[in-house]
């Protein structure tokens, strides 16, 4: 049977390093992404999961599991690293272009960066629903045991996170749609 995040944790303190390495393993990808797309910008992202790691391995037993989940307790160490960063927003894409056709991957690359500027934008709350529901696809069981809040308080966030987002967007909608009709 597959140990629980809780018993590698458990064994993590106990200092078996390589507890560490499962565990890093089976989050590092969860909370990478999560703080990429709360940030939009993969150096904060590759920041954050390093600090969560380490923050776990030094956090002095602050883990609770009567609280929640380790899991969960990664998440809010990266939604406390992330409110205390910077909050400028940069194009996701740091790369060059991939040699498609340019004009289409500018209009990505603009949309993409409106996208997580607006989500930036939000509360805390609306953005990790978003991220949590509609970016990463777990279910309102999922968001709401990692965000420690019923699921009815899921399904009304995301609804409103949604009316936000399409409202920051909707200049952005406008503009490509006028683009497209010429």
Do not use: W
Not at 18 to 28: G, H, V
Not at 73 to 83: D, E, F, I, V
Request: glycine residues 8%.
């Amino acid at each position: 049977m597959r140990p629980t995040d809780e018993e590698i944790y458990r064994r993590m303190r106990g200092g078996d390093r390589s507890a560490l390495a499962e565990l890093y393993e089976r989050l590092a990808g969860r909370i990478h992404r999560y703080a990429l797309y709360t940030s939009g910008r993969r150096q904060m992202a590759e920041e954050v999961t390093q600090e969560v790691f380490l923050r776990l391995m030094g956090s002095g037993g602050r883990f609770d599991q009567s609280r929640g989940s380790v899991e969960a307790y990664a998440y809010g160490l990266a939604r406390n690293l992330l409110r205390r960063m910077p909050k400028t927003v940069s194009a996701l894409s740091e790369e060059p272009f991939s040699g498609g056709d340019l004009l289409d991957e500018l209009i990505d690359d603009e949309r993409t960066a409106a996208l997580y500027e607006a989500l930036a934008e939000l509360p805390v709350g609306y953005r990790d629903v978003v991220v949590f529901c509609d970016l990463e696809e777990r279910s309102y069981e999922e968001a709401a045991r990692l965000m420690q809040c019923p699921v009815g308080t899921v399904r009304s966030r995301l609804h409103r996170a949604r009316q936000l987002l399409a409202a920051k967007l909707a200049p952005l909608n406008a503009t490509a749609f006028e683009v497209g009709a010429r």
